[in-house]
């Protein structure tokens, strides 16, 4: 790959909040996979483990999901940030409201965006989702190796014309995921990554964050 197919695929990709019902073919989804597990971790543990939902048990899992969000009560197995404060919370404002332009949802209207929050919990419609789960035992480090795979696996998806868009909101379920899939209590629910093929006709999908500038970012040393 030349490093302007890398910058493509980096500019094209972004968070989908609406999909197209169409599955995904079962050998893309395990191409994407395999991409995604060619990321670096350390020490090679590959700590990543991944529950993938298809057909009828998506929308049985969506159907129970969004029950759990409305009656249940957050309890992440990894803490949600305490606060945002300065330049992070400006641009998380700055996202939340370009969705909210985007899809006609007006300042104050406190019910119309919790709506779009539950939105989280319909996985967008997507036909599939991936759970991420990794040791508890790596802590910090084996979420750190994680959140490389969700980058990689973004990126594989969107060289096949696959739309995603990785959940923190679903993760805040912890409990109710570990029962519903089984998923052993010695590992830490990271996140969901929803994906399918993009509905790009969908308001939700009509805007797109901005990056902040590489002298925001660094502080060069020699």
Known sequence: MTFAALNLLLDQRHSCRAFQRDPVPKAQIEQILSSAMRVPSWCNAQPWKVVVTSGDDT???????????ATGTPAPDLPFPSSYSGVYQDRRRACGWALYEAVGIEKGDRAASARQMMENF??????????????????AY??????GF?????LAAQALGIA???QAAVAAYGPFLHRYFKIPDDRLILCAISFGYPDAEHPANAFRTE??????????RG
Not at 59 to 69: M, P, S, V, Y
């Open 59 to 69: 929308d049985t899992f969506r159907e129970a999901l969004q029950i759990e969000a």
């Open 122 to 139: 319909s996985l967008f419609g997507a036909p599939h989702c991936a759970i991420i789960s990794s040791p508890t035992e790596l802590g």
């Open 142 to 147: 084996g979420a750190m190796d994680c959140g």
């Open 150 to 154: 969700v980058t990689a696996f973004s």
């Open 164 to 166: 995603t868009i990785p």
């Open 211 to 220: 990056r902040a500038s590489v002298e925001e970012i660094v502080d060069w």
